[in-house]
């Protein structure tokens, strides 16, 4: 249950103020569950959106939302064996082709995402393949950039909920596609770091298809009261492991019929 809850609205600021000031000064913390034992998966979504709030009080924007942990190769990697989400902001958008400054960051790793942008609002719950098909306008190709602010980039559920899903900035690019110009089940995609390849994988490892993602976040925002709404840009997770990036990698994601998505840490 995304709504099941046990802190009191003093707990949840005080988490949301811990996991926002991480953020800012680069440090990482211990997990929230270190205090808090007892916190439930609605009190990491309400931390979440206690966390977005501050930061929209400052002048960020939301400008999207995504999946995390929707592929078996990120379960494994984080040791989580449930997808969840959280939102994306302006601060963290670069352009195609960005220098970004791993400065940024405490310890920031990258990921090959499958991105796609909604025609209309998608509402929860019941969202299947076919519901989210009809509600996306396009496809495009991302990259995601992740930054657990707990140590050693360790976390439980509740933690990296709270955390907003270590999202930490994004890139997107190459071309956009309608849903019917691509299979996205079967697109490959090449992640390559300094010119070596350091990734493969296709669509297919995001739930059996990335759409199962978008309908999963349909319905889980249904559990919190919300929706998808239209005109929102969606990364559907990782689709493979996320590699650790430093100052000087060139990174570049190739797709098969998405075109590539590049981006250089300084
Ligand atoms: C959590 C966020 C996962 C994805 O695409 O799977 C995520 C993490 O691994 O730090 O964004
Ligand atoms: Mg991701």
Redesign the pocket.
Known sequence: MLNERTLDAGAITLLAERVDNAARNRTAIDMLTADYPQMKLGDAYAVQNALRARMEARGTRVTGL??????RA?ML??G?AES?H?FITDDGAYADGAEIPVARYIHP?I?A?IAVVMKTALKGPNCDVKKAAAAIDFVLPAI?I?D?RFAD?K?DIMS?VADN???AGYVVGGRTRRLHELELVTEGIVLTRNGQVAEVGAGAAVLGDPLEAVAMLANQRAELGADIPAGCLV?T??VTA?IHVQAGDVIVVHYQSLGAVRMRFV
């Open positions: 995504k999946m995390g942990l929707t592929s990120k990697q984080m989580v969840l959280g790793r990921e995402e995601e992740i657990s980039f976390f990296v899903t270590s999202a990364m997770g990782g996320a």
